[in-house]
C-alpha cells in the first residue's frame, strides 16, 4: 500500500494498490454483470446495477457537534443528513445509518483524499474508517422496481413511508442492506461483501416475474 499518513492518534492508508496489474475485484465480481448485461431481457421492467467499486467511508460523531458539521460543510459542500435521511453532493453521497453514524461513498479511488480532507477539516472528536472493498452499491430502478423490493424486505417502501431521500437499514431477504430511494422508481441497495452473493441471489430470484435487465 501507498500513501501512509501517521501522527499521534491516526495511521491512515489508501486501500488503492500502486500497481495497476493489481485486479480489483468488487463484491459481485463473481456474478459476472457483464455478460447478463450482454445477454438482455425483452420487456424488462426493471434494471439492476452495480456502482462498482466506489469508496466507503464510516463516519462517527455527534451530531450536534458544530465542528463536525462544519467540518463536513466545508469539505462536501452540504450538512449532515438527519434521522434517516440522505445528501448528495458532485458524485458524493452521505446517508444516516443511526444518531451518531453516517455512510459516505464517493467515486473510486477518491476515498483516501475525502478522508484527508475531513480528517483536517474537523476539529473535534470523531471517527473515521475506510471501509471500501467491504460492500457495494447496487441501483434498482424501472416501473416495478417497488414492487419488485416489497417482496425483498419487510419495511413500508411505498412513498407515502419512504419518499425520495430516505434512507433506511432493514432485513433484505435473511440478510441486511442499507435502502434509499433516489426517484419516484429508483432504489440504492448497499450490500455487505459477505453479503452480496446471497443478496443478488435473492435480488434475481424477485426479479424473475418482471423481467430484468443488467446494466454495466
Given at each position: ?15 488503492i ?8 475485484e468488487?463484491?459481485l465480481?463473481?456474478a ?10 425483452q420487456d424488462?421492467?426493471?434494471t439492476i446495477?452495480e456502482?462498482?467499486?466506489?469508496d ?6 455527534n451530531?450536534d457537534?458544530?465542528a ?5 460543510q466545508?469539505?462536501?459542500?452540504v450538512s449532515?443528513p ?11 453521497v452521505?446517508r ?5 453514524e453516517?455512510?459516505?461513498t464517493t467515486q ?7 478522508e484527508?480532507q475531513?480528517?483536517?477539516?474537523i476539529d473535534t472528536h470523531?471517527?473515521?474508517v ?9 441501483t434498482?430502478e424501472?416501473?416495478d ?5 416489497k417482496?425483498?424486505t419487510?419495511?413500508d417502501?411505498h412513498t ?6 430516505k434512507v ?6 435473511k ?6 430511494r433516489?426517484?419516484?422508481q429508483?432504489?440504492?441497495l ?5 453479503f452480496?452473493?446471497?443478496c443478488?441471489?435473492?435480488?434475481q430470484?424477485?426479479?424473475r416475474?418482471?423481467g430484468?435487465t443488467?446494466?454495466?
Open positions: 500500500m501507498s500513501d501512509v499518513n501517521t501522527s499521534t492518534t491516526v495511521v491512515q492508508m489508501n486501500l494498490p500502486d500497481d495497476a496489474s493489481v485486479r480489483a468488487t463484491p465480481y463473481h459476472d454483470l457483464a455478460t447478463i448485461a450482454e445477454q438482455g431481457t424488462a421492467s426493471i446495477q456502482l462498482a467499486l466506489l466507503h467511508l464510516v463516519l462517527r460523531g451530531a457537534d458544530a463536525l458539521t462544519a467540518g463536513i466545508s469539505v462536501m459542500g449532515l438527519g434521522t434517516l435521511q440522505s445528501v448528495e453532493n458532485a458524485g458524493q452521505i444516516w445509518i443511526s444518531p451518531d453516517w455512510l459516505i473510486p479511488g477518491d476515498g483516501f483524499g475525502l484527508q475531513l480528517r483536517e477539516a470523531f471517527a473515521l475506510n471501509v471500501s472493498g467491504g460492500q457495494t452499491v447496487v434498482v424501472g416501473a422496481a417497488e414492487e419488485m423490493l417482496k425483498c419487510p419495511y417502501i407515502s413511508n419512504m419518499p425520495v431521500g433506511i437499514t432493514s432485513l433484505f431477504g440478510a441486511q442492506a442499507v435502502i434509499r433516489t426517484g419516484e429508483q432504489f440504492e448497499v450490500f455487505r461483501r459477505s452480496a452473493d446471497y443478488w441471489l435473492w435480488l430470484d424477485a426479479c416475474e418482471f430484468f443488467v446494466k454495466v
